[in-house]
């Protein structure tokens, strides 16, 4: 057992607070990582505000990087001192896994979103040895060392990128560039319209022009500066209206300003 500062969230809490656990040994089927960098998805807000079924209290964490520390006696491909992206987690042994379609594994919300092992048990204990739930999306990267699936890990020890910008490409960068990629099949030459501009906007915005072939298709990332009441009253500007009158709004100011109208159009967060 190795002692751990993780961000903890507890129910009727503040979002997150920072606290000394207690993490298991890994079983023969899960990787030990130290995680070095993590980014943080509006997934895990919302987990943390109690939005989401995900069970109390929590480590949450889904977009880490790191490197592996220990490593279970059944896993293989896995070394340590290997770098390391965590992303989501997948049964592996499904028709859409073995299909290439890991996102759409039929386990995803369990294996994912439940944070715990797959025979109910968690790794992590607290100061008083109640269990704090891990293994969300497989990780739980907002910790210093976290218990990994392996479906969750890729190896990326030849590449020259920090950690910190390893990390979003666990969740952001493949939401945005996937869909852009894979959902739009954005073709060269299209004019691409994405509404949000955050980890998943921009990602999406990199996606397209890297499919552009120079035939001049204008891209676009736009983001809504104001995001909640909160936030609104201490700019003394109004709160952002509901997503119809926004993206109306966009549309409008678009319209004036592109030359060529959008073929393809990714709302990527709000």
């Not at 069970?55 to 520390?69: K, N």
């Amino acid at each position: 057992m190795t002692r751990v500062t993780a961000a903890v969230c507890r129910a009727g809490g503040d979002l997150f607070g920072v606290e000394e656990l207690v993490i298991d040994d890994p079983r023969p089927d899960e990787v030990l990582v130290r995680f070095t960098a993590a980014g943080l998805c509006h997934t895990d807000l919302e987990v943390a505000a109690g939005r989401m079924p995900t069970p109390f209290p929590v480590v949450a964490g889904h977009e880490g990087a790191g490197v592996v520390d220990a490593v279970g006696s059944a896993v293989s491909g896995f070394a340590p001192g290997d770098r390391v992206v965590a992303s989501f987690s997948f049964c592996g042994t499904c028709r859409n896994c073995r299909n290439g379609r890991p996102a759409y594994c039929p386990q995803h919300f369990p294996l994912n979103f439940g944070a715990q092992r797959t025979d109910g048990s968690t790794g992590l204990r607290d100061a008083t040895g109640e269990p704090v739930h891990d293994h969300f999306f497989g990780q739980s990267s907002f910790a210093g060392y976290g218990l990994c699936r392996p479906s969750s890990l890729v190896r990326v020890s030849g590449s020259a990128l920090v950690d910190h910008v390893l990390a979003p490409l666990g969740c952001g960068v493949i939401t945005g560039a996937g869909a852009v990629w894979n959902l739009l099949r954005v073709p060269p030459g299209s004019t691409v319209a994405v509404f949000g501009a955050g980890a998943v906007g921009l990602s999406a915005v990199m996606a397209a022009f890297e499919r552009g072939d120079g035939g001049g298709g204008g891209r676009c990332g736009a983001d809504h500066r104001v995001r909640h009441p909160a936030r609104a009253a201490r700019s003394g500007r109004p709160p952002r209206p509901p997503l119809t009158g926004r993206l109306v709004r966009w549309w409008s100011i678009w319209r004036r300003r592109m030359t060529k109208m959008p073929t393809r159009w990714c709302a990527c967060g709000y």
